[in-house]
């Protein structure tokens, strides 16, 4: 059973500029969830994906998006970055949208210049 | 809102001291309770859970009970070792299914 993966692990881009992350959800889970965390804070929540649809989303502005494709892979679209969006982005996978434990991966580092 | 408050750290003890990390929530209905561990260069772990009122859950000598009385889910443990030095979130999952986060404790357990 392979856990939850991330890519890539690190990424600096400049102010302005767009930005993809992508998520590989555990194998057999339907459910993915993304969250920014940044330096010495916990996790806050972005969106969650179900089934390819979101069904819930967290205090983000539209610029941030995502997908999540048949195979239940995902991915995190940031537009028009801003010095404030340097974080962690964790991705986390889960079996259902329910209140079942959520798997995470290690992140992807993003720096904002 | 739903809200996760822990205490502030960092918290720095000796080795084979007893560990207690506080962690008190508000929330409407009965939400699912975690403690996630991240340590040093990893990613976060599920440490325990607990999803109702008086459940205990344990792992790895980490112990928390879920109080709905006081709206708390305190971490114990009887006797740490320096390889528990990491930072632990307390977090709820709430109606909509979204975890809601502390902002962590980082403990230091020296030698």
């Known amino acids: 059973e392979t856990g939850v993966t991330q890519s890539p692990t690190h990424l600096i881009k400049t102010r302005g500029q767009q930005v993809t992350l992508r998520c590989s959800s555990q194998s057999g889970h339907n459910t993915v969830s993304w969250y920014q965390q940044a330096l010495g804070q916990g996790p806050q929540f972005i969106f969650q994906y179900y089934r390819e649809e979101e069904n819930g989303r967290g205090n983000f502005p539209p610029r941030f998006s995502g997908l999540q494709f048949p195979n239940y892979s995902s991915e995190l679209n940031v537009n028009a970055l801003e010095l404030d969006d340097s974080a962690l982005y964790l991705c986390?996978?889960?079996?259902?949208?329910?209140?079942?434990?959520?798997?995470f991966g290690p992140g992807t580092r993003l720096t904002v210049l | 809102g739903n809200s996760v408050t822990q205490m502030e750290g960092p918290v720095t003890l000796s080795e084979e001291a007893f560990l207690t990390i506080n962690c008190t929530y508000t929330?409407?209905?009965?939400?699912?309770l975690f403690w996630y561990v991240q340590y040093p260069g990893e990613g976060l772990q599920l440490l325990l859970k607990a999803t109702k009122a008086d459940d205990k859950g344990s792992n790895k000598g980490f112990e928390a009970t879920y109080r709905k009385e006081t709206t708390s889910f305190h971490l114990e443990k009887g006797s740490v070792q320096v390889s528990d030095s990491a930072v632990y979130f307390c977090a709820l999952k709430d109606s909509n299914y979204q975890l809601i986060w502390g902002a962590g404790t980082k403990l230091i357990i020296k030698p």
């Open positions: 929330a409407t209905g009965y939400p699912s």
């Open positions: 986390a996978s889960s079996l259902a949208e329910g209140p079942d434990t959520q798997y």
